[in-house]
């Protein structure tokens, strides 16, 4: 049952819907980011639910031993298995399953790896499953706003714009771990400590089926360091003293425990993409701050400006990430280099070609300066409807020739 002091999750909604028309739902997301909570959220409102966790070992042990007869005892209702990567086993008895049987809202199952890159799994469910991915909690989560935050709709709609309150950077040091967020800052860095080591003693080593990440911590610490980057394996490779393809293998575990987020470049076609390097960062920037030693306090002195800026960037980006779960506009997310030299943060595409360009800046002002990016990418892509909007650390809002906003990184959850 929902506790008072729950937040709320504005991916239920979603979650619930896919439950309606799909046997299998997933819902997947890192370790400690509230799936489990929202799976039992769910379950809660049918009737002859079953609910299983395979983190303990004797409910494990009957899933590796029998996985048939794990599947069978949903019955006419609903199972729920959490932390369903750990027996792979299961996939060909689901598909079995769900081929005798259709009816939508059988199974649903969680997990803290992409189920469908653990070794061992012997199918895709495809057509049989939908997965949603579970992130962090959003600030608006964090406020218990009553209705989700929308940017990308509210921005396109043309709302009026509100007093708006200034970007704390202890919001953005926190991050939205649920378990982090409800410590004092010494305290979530402890837990942070703890978390990074068990990813990576404990299951780093079980996702590899004995291998073992020795170099994941370091690897993590080095995404951190540098906010949301242009991904440079030859570089992570020179830092970490190992061989490109080893980089890539850390990578490609540290994507399956869902711990990096990466962001493709945008082209007018699929063909047409001015660069192919995508941009990544972890998953939050609380873990971000944590791994490069970063608090509060720095945001505020010289030396730490750079880092705060980086951080910021990635801050926004995560959240836009985590709006698409339940926005109202469909859209996917990219960043713009062009060999001019010509950025854009971010550029979110709507599926009717529209493009939303947004800048972003960590100073409490800004001036023409901040935007032009925003116009020269604008006049290279006239034959585009493009909205700008630059984003900044302050208060003033405002727009330009019709087409441009200037708002406050807080506009993205208190609207």
Not at 170 to 198: C, I, K
Not at 373 to 379: A, G, H, I, T
């Amino acid at each position: 049952m929902e506790t008072v002091d729950a937040y709320p999750r504005f991916l239920k909604s979603g979650v619930l819907e896919a439950l309606s028309d799909t046997p299998v739902v997933v819902i997947q997301g890192a370790r400690q980011v509230g799936k489990s909570t929202l799976a039992q959220f769910v379950a809660g409102g049918f009737p002859g639910v079953r609910l299983a966790t395979l983190d303990d070992p004797g409910t494990l042990a009957i899933a590796e031993s029998d996985p048939s007869f794990f599947v069978d005892q949903a019955g006419q209702g609903m199972l729920v298995v959490d932390e369903a990567q750990r027996a792979p086993n299961l996939v060909l008895p689901l598909k079995a399953s769900v081929d005798r049987d259709r009816r939508p809202g059988r199974f649903l199952l969680t997990g803290s790896a992409d189920l469908l890159q653990v070794k061992g799994v012997g199918d895709s469910l495809a057509g049989r499953a939908e997965t949603l991915e579970l992130k962090p909690l959003s600030q608006g989560e964090l406020a218990r706003r009553s209705t989700p935050e929308d940017f990308v709709s509210w921005v396109l709609e043309g709302r009026r714009h509100k007093h708006l309150q200034a970007l704390d950077p202890a919001t953005v040091v926190a991050g939205g771990y649920p378990e982090a967020v409800r410590r004092r800052p010494q305290r979530a860095r402890r837990w942070f400590d703890s978390y990074v080591e068990r990813l990576a003693d404990h299951d780093a080593r079980d996702l590899q089926r004995g291998g073992y990440a020795g170099h994941l911590r370091q690897l993590l610490a080095l995404i951190a360091a540098g906010g949301r980057q242009e991904l440079v394996k030859a570089k992570i490779a020179r830092r970490l003293g190992v061989s490109e393809n080893t980089v890539e293998s850390y990578l490609q575990l540290a994507q399956t425990m869902r711990l990096v987020s990466s962001t493709p470049s945008w082209g007018r076609s699929l063909r047409g993409r001015i660069t192919r390097r995508q941009r990544v960062c972890l998953n939050d920037t609380g873990l971000s701050a944590f791994l490069a030693g970063f608090t509060a306090t720095h945001a505020l002195s010289i030396g730490g400006r750079e880092f705060y800026g980086a951080l910021v960037e990635q801050f926004v980006a995560l959240e836009l990430e985590k709006q698409q779960g339940w926005s109202a506009e469909q859209f996917s997310l990219f960043h713009f280099r062009d060999l001019d030299g010509l950025e854009v943060d971010i550029v979110a595409e709507l599926d009717d070609g529209r493009l939303l360009a947004i800048e972003i800046k960590s100073a409490s002002s800004v001036t023409e300066k901040a935007w032009s990016n925003l116009s020269r990418f604008r006049d290279r892509f006239s034959d585009r409807q493009i909205t700008g909007v630059c984003l900044h650390a302050g208060t003033q809002t405002g727009l330009i020739d019709g087409w441009l906003h200037i708002l406050p990184i807080t506009a993205l959850w208190q609207n």
